[in-house]
């Protein structure tokens, strides 16, 4: 493998569209597979085609296993050598970057008329299922918004779904953020917010979702110890040597299965 490709950690975060179901597409099993081939792409992230091109290329993977669903997706890229971030989001999931208590960056959500998301298909080209379905969106990665941008020690990285967004608004998010995160940025104090952040979209009772919340602090290697390291990933909550992570699922619908899927690089 080629040692560039280690100077790259890779997030994402997909969300199976389930208004698809009853035409028959597996929203949970799509987007696990849509974000497990992204995963498997090992080409190192230096601008905007590249970017699309893993998302392509994994689109084309999923297509091959005959399997059928669509899901938004939020892909980011950090490469640790240069601290620069980039990102592809397509969809109303979203990430947020904030310094020094400000929001520096948010992507934008993107909507079809009404309030369907952009999102990403594999869609089956039976005769009997395209004739017996309503319009289905099938868009590409090149109709998703790519952000890039400087990392600093210090920054936060907020990665979440639209149920966090859709029932909280951002300046309400940084307040959340900033008057509960410790200045150590812990594993703890993470958790604890990303917890505070659910538990506050819940209560808004705006729109009821499955709700995933990613929250990062990039931090000197030397940070974070080892020990600590390894007893958060026993835990629901992920931490790597150059950043510090924690998160939170909740489905809203006990009476579905969850169809958000989030990975991070293990290397």
Do not use: W
């Not at 208590?101 to 080209?125: A, D, E």
């Not at 909550?237 to 990975?263: G, K, P, T």
């Amino acid at each position: 493998m080629n040692q560039d490709v280690f100077l790259n950690k890779y997030i994402g975060l997909s969300d199976g569209v389930s208004g698809n179901r009853h035409h028959g597409l597996d929203p949970y099993k799509f987007a696990h597979t849509l974000i497990s081939s992204c995963l498997e792409e090992t080409d190192r992230i230096i601008g905007s085609s590249s970017m699309r091109g893993l998302v392509h290329r994994a689109i084309r993977c999923v297509e091959k296993r005959s399997i059928f669903g669509s899901a938004t997706l939020c892909l980011l890229s950090i490469d640790k050598h240069s601290s620069y971030l980039r990102s592809l989001n397509i969809g109303d999931s979203g990430f947020m970057l904030i310094r020094q208590n400000k929001l520096i960056i948010r992507s934008h959500p993107q909507y079809h008329r009404g309030s369907s998301p952009f999102q990403l298909s594999s869609l089956p080209t039976t005769q009997s299922f395209t004739s017996n379905t309503t319009r289905l969106y099938h868009d590409k990665p090149s109709d998703g918004e790519y952000i890039e941008h400087n990392l600093e020690i210090g920054d936060l990285l907020l990665i979440a779904s639209d149920g966090l967004f859709d029932n909280l608004y951002e300046d309400f998010i940084v307040q959340i953020i900033n008057n509960h995160l410790d200045d150590q940025c812990s594993v703890e104090s993470l958790q604890n917010v990303c917890q505070m952040l659910v538990k506050s979209a819940c209560h808004a009772h705006i729109k009821c979702d499955d709700i995933l919340v990613l929250l990062f602090c990039v931090v000197p290697c030397s940070s974070i110890s080892i020990d600590e390291i390894n007893e958060n990933r026993k835990s629901t909550s992920c931490s790597s040597s150059d950043s510090s992570l924690s998160s939170i699922l909740v489905n809203q619908n006990e009476e579905e299965s969850f169809d958000l899927f989030i990975f991070k690089d293990s290397n």
